[in-house]
């Protein structure tokens, strides 16, 4: 399946962004998709991701209650709402499809470009 996501951009720290993971050539709805992040001399870092079916989420402590992960399934999309935002998570935003909805890149096949998310203090 082919991934695009959008939505980053620059905001002050404590505003909100909503990022999308949008897909061509298949339905999201059979696919767990996660949101990781990578910020610069750093390895990328798990967020959240919600899972096929029952659309069950998981978060990462540090995002818990600032992030919410949804799918739209007319939409053929899964968002990320990002509130609260803090310098520390500033990076670039990916989306991955796979099977399993965990923390573990590697459980996930297809990935987006990214999309860029800078927080000003």
């Known amino acids: 399946v082919q991934l695009v996501e959008s939505g980053g951009g620059l905001v002050q720290a404590g505003g909100s962004l909503r990022l999308s993971c949008a897909a061509s050539?298949?339905?999201?709805?059979?696919?767990?998709i996660g949101w990781f992040r990578q910020a610069p001399g750093k390895l990328r870092e798990w967020v959240s991701c919600i899972t096929s079916g029952f659309d069950s989420t998981n978060y990462a402590d540090s995002v818990k209650g600032r992030f919410t992960i949804s799918r739209d399934k007319a939409e053929n999309a899964v968002y990320l709402q990002m509130d609260s935002l803090k310098p520390e998570d500033m990076a670039v935003y990916f989306c991955?499809?796979?099977?399993?909805?965990?923390?573990?890149?590697?459980?996930?096949?297809?990935w987006g470009q990214g999309t860029q998310v800078t927080v000003s203090s």
């Open positions: 050539g298949s339905s999201l709805d059979y696919y767990a």
């Open positions: 991955g499809a796979g099977r399993i909805c965990n923390s573990n890149r590697n459980h996930y096949h297809d």
